[in-house]
């Protein structure tokens, strides 16, 4: 019989064991809202973790352990048992779990008190020792057909995903369908199911690093019913559930959960200049200092600039921390040139050391590098050629990268840092990591390898300025990298359609904790946009709180604010909105910060009671007060909106003109911008026109 019995029930955890497979079974009670439950052949899983981190607590390099339960508030909760079954309730969760066989029933309490049915584990072989000991390690669930999933993170595709399958891995998709490919930068293992019929949402989180995927139902067993599932390659099931009711409250407490996210200078979310090609030619400073100008005589505000990798160049290849002083004779003067103009820099560093850097040597002799299984430095390819990948479970690594961010970046005012090219792409499952003295196998740190990469940067940033909250991006990272960095959704292409489907990739990192972000603007491989296009972009792009025009055109091109002489009033105009909206974009931040909430929104995450907004839509939320409905459609001249269910009704931000929520208008647009509008009666911190003094709109 494959019975679980209690072994233990103890400060908010209970303990079953299964005799004949030798699995243990750990359930923690630790918020009224958040439940624990693992599934291991260790009566302790020993690997630590690095997301879950609820609220301010600290995370070492070498991670927490899993039995960690300072951070929790550890609540009362009530627990009955018969010889069938256990059952957990607390303030707004209850559990069943049916002994024999350890089959699993979620349950979340209603506005009068009782408890309705959320979630249930599939009742035909939900986990690993239901199915075989040579099955991967899996969790299946019961799967309601007009059920909704939302979540993990930035994947491709409408925000919806019931229906599609997905793999968590990071890798380097550049020139990726904003539609349809998978996967893509990040590492996050969360998701939301909502159901319509109730009302009722709930929350789902495995802390696993390892490559893994869901299923939403494009799998179809006629032996198991409707199902969905995540299977790993991890040897432990580890996973978080998390109350609603809402769609809101799963998100602010998964947040919570994994982080608070970081406060970011107000300077961030002003326009980021950026371009691969500057840094690629022969005459790199003076055509950064070229850009400047070009700001200046177009009266276009300029607060940072993204750094490419060509800085570093040897030969046209890349080699991080080395810079190339035939395209830069005076780092030092460099900087502090840009900084002088109000202008940080951001440097673009990778976790890879070319062959034949000059630095190689280096960290050899401290062995700083992944290795093989043979344990020596694992050589892969990395860009257009081969590698070494450093190794951040390794303190003397994390003390050489520090080390060099200071005396080739920060001595030089370059006082940021652009962490990049960080999937950590070594498909050897062999691949051994230094695991701060423990050892251990690469796979199982893949998706943490970028965390504590930005971590170390911002470390040494914050060390080096203490005054000032320090800015550090990433590309790609996990769940929790939100108390770090902000990131942006990679090296898109040039489409109409890709302009579409990043809005809906927001969706999935805003539900995901991943607040602070946006998109290259305009496409960063692929064909030169066109004016229309390229206008369209910025348009959309300003409402986000990373605003930056990047591109490595397939012609050579530049990307630039000026590019298109017959839109540039209506690029600078738009450019002009995003800084006067910038004090409000600014709240946004600082209310993630403080109350975990998302910065760019679904509708429906505001207005969850109106059906309406969970169909697929190209609009979106800024806040809670303004509503974005960008031109997605090449040679678009009307554009269909619907306005959610607001009692007091939205106002057209340029018009003035009130309309009643719950209906769907026609607007005509132009190319002079495209519609938001603000909820009425709703006020809105903003520059004046002369970008002079913050001033309050009430509209």
């Not at 690095?50 to 609540?75: A, H, V, Y």
Request: charged share 25%; with cysteine.
């Amino acid at each position: 019989m494959k019975r679980f019995d209690v072994t233990a029930h103890k400060e908010n955890q209970i303990i079953l064991h299964n005799q004949e497979q030798s699995i243990y079974t750990h359930i923690r009670v630790l918020e009224p809202s958040i439940i624990n439950v693992r599934v291991s052949t260790e009566e302790e899983i020993s690997f630590p973790t690095w997301t879950i981190t609820p609220g301010d607590t600290e995370l070492p390099f070498e991670g927490l352990s899993r039995q960690n339960m300072k951070p929790f508030s550890l609540p009362e909760y009530s627990f009955s048992e018969s010889d069938e079954s256990i059952t957990i309730t607390t303030e707004e969760l209850k559990l069943d779990i049916q002994k024999e066989g350890f089959y699993l029933t979620w349950f979340q309490k209603n506005a009068d008190g009782s408890f309705e049915q959320v979630m249930t584990d599939r009742k035909t072989q939900s986990y690993q020792h239901h199915i075989s000991a040579n099955q991967p390690t899996c969790h299946y669930l019961e799967r309601g057909l007009e059920e909704m999933y939302f979540g993990l993170g930035e994947k491709a595709g409408a925000a919806d995903r019931h229906g599609r399958r997905f793999r968590m891995n990071n890798i380097d998709a550049m020139g990726y369908n904003a539609e349809t490919t998978d996967p893509l930068y990040k590492h996050i293992p969360f998701y939301i199911t909502y159901k319509p019929e109730i009302r009722q949402s709930i929350g789902i989180f495995y802390d696993d690093y390892q490559n893994s995927v869901f299923d939403f139902g494009q799998e179809l067993d006629n032996y198991h019913g409707y199902y969905r599932y995540y299977e790993t390659n991890s040897n432990f099931l580890d996973y978080y559930v998390i109350a609603g009711p809402q769609i809101k409250d799963v998100t602010k407490r998964f947040s919570w959960l994994t982080g608070r996210p970081a406060k970011m200078p107000a300077w961030a979310i002003s326009y980021s200049g950026s371009t691969m090609q500057y840094t690629d030619l022969p005459d790199s400073q003076e055509l950064l200092n070229g850009f400047l100008e070009q700001c200046n005589r177009h009266d276009i505000k300029v607060r940072s600039f993204h750094l490419s990798s060509g800085y570093t160049s040897i030969d046209g290849k890349r080699y991080v921390f080395n810079w190339n002083y035939d395209k830069f004779p005076d780092p030092k003067a460099f900087g502090k040139h840009f900084t002088d103009e109000g202008v940080e820099i951001v440097a673009n560093i990778k976790p890879s050391l070319m062959l034949n850097h000059p630095l190689l040597d280096e960290v050899l002799a401290f062995d700083g590098f992944i290795k093989d299984e043979h344990g020596k430095p694992l050589l892969v390819q990395f860009w257009d050629d081969e590698g070494y990948y450093l190794d951040f479970t390794n303190p003397d690594t994390i003390n050489w990268w520090k080390h060099q961010i200071k005396t080739k970046l920060l001595d030089n005012h370059i006082n940021c840092t652009w962490n990049d090219n960080n999937e950590f792409e070594i498909w050897d499952q062999k691949a051994q990591v230094h695991g701060f003295g423990k050892g251990g196998n690469f796979q199982d740190y893949r998706a943490i390898m970028p965390l504590l990469m930005m971590k170390a940067s911002r470390e040494v940033q914050l060390a080096y300025n203490t005054e000032e909250h320090p800015y550090i991006i990433s590309r790609s990272g996990c769940a929790g990298m939100s108390k770090y960095v902000q990131t942006w959704t990679g090296d898109n292409r040039t489409s109409w359609h890709t302009l579409k489907f990043n809005n809906k990739i927001a969706l999935g990192l805003s539900l995901s904790g991943i607040y602070n972000f946006g998109h290259d603007i305009g496409g960063f491989s692929g064909p030169k946009p066109d004016p229309e296009l390229f206008l369209r972009w910025v348009q959309c792009g300003v409402f986000y709180p990373r605003f930056s025009i990047h591109s490595w055109n397939d012609d050579g091109s530049v990307n630039e604010a000026w590019m298109h002489e017959e839109v540039l009033e209506e690029v600078k105009e738009a450019m002009h909105l995003h800084e006067r909206l910038n004090p409000y974009i600014q709240s946004l931040v600082e209310n993630s910060h403080d109350n975990y909430e998302p910065i760019i929104l679904p509708t429906f995450y505001a207005f969850e009671e109106d059906e309406k907004t969970y169909k697929d839509s190209d609009d979106f939320m800024l806040g809670d007060k303004l509503l974005v409905c960008p031109v997605v459609e090449k040679g678009q001249t009307e554009r269909q909106i619907y306005l959610p269910k607001n009692p007091e009704g939205w106002v057209d931000y340029y018009t003035g003109d009130v309309y009643e929520g719950g209906r769907t208008i026609t607007l005509d647009v132009s190319l002079a911008n495209i519609p938001f509008f603000v909820k009425k009666g709703a006020s809105l911190p903003m520059y004046n026109d002369e970008l002079t003094e913050v001033e309050t709109k009430t509209f």
